[in-house]
Structures are given as structure tokens and as C-alpha cells.
């Protein structure tokens, strides 16, 4: 049969990027002209699996927020 979706990827590069910059998850949702919440940036940084378009949306805002031009696999190992 089809093996479950592992879905904790542990800690993913993106809460390095953003304690270096000292960015903090308000400032993602500050900086984010879109639907960004706290729980979805903390979920990204802890590992969950995001959808391809939380993604982007944490990429965009992670980006305006650091004044960076980061990529995808940047910030996430999946």
C-alpha cells in the first residue's frame, strides 16, 4: 500500500536564516501584503509540511522582511 506522507521534517533552514537576521515571525506577517500567519511561519521553521503555495508565501515574505532574495531551497529540505 502507499506509506504515509511523513509530514515533521525537523528544523528547517529557514529558522537559521531568520535568527541570523534577527527576524522573528511578526515581522514576516508585518512585511507579508498576504494571508501569512504566526502559525504558518512557525510551522515552516519546526518542519511541518507546508503546500507549495504556504511556501511561496513564506519565501515573499521572508524576502521583503530581510530585504534578501532568497529561494526555495533556501529555507526548506523538502
Request: some cysteine; aromatic content about 4%.
Amino acid at each position: 500500500m502507499n506509506e504515509p506522507i511523513q509530514r515533521d521534517l525537523g528544523e528547517q533552514p529557514i529558522a537559521r536564516i531568520m535568527a541570523e537576521r534577527d527576524v522573528v515571525r511578526r515581522d514576516l506577517v508585518v512585511a507579508s501584503n498576504q494571508r501569512v500567519t504566526h502559525k504558518m511561519v512557525a510551522r515552516a521553521c519546526k518542519g511541518r509540511r507546508l503546500t507549495l503555495h504556504s511556501q511561496h508565501l513564506v519565501l515573499d515574505a521572508l524576502n521583503k522582511a530581510a530585504g534578501a532574495d532568497y529561494e526555495m531551497a533556501d529555507l526548506f529540505l523538502y
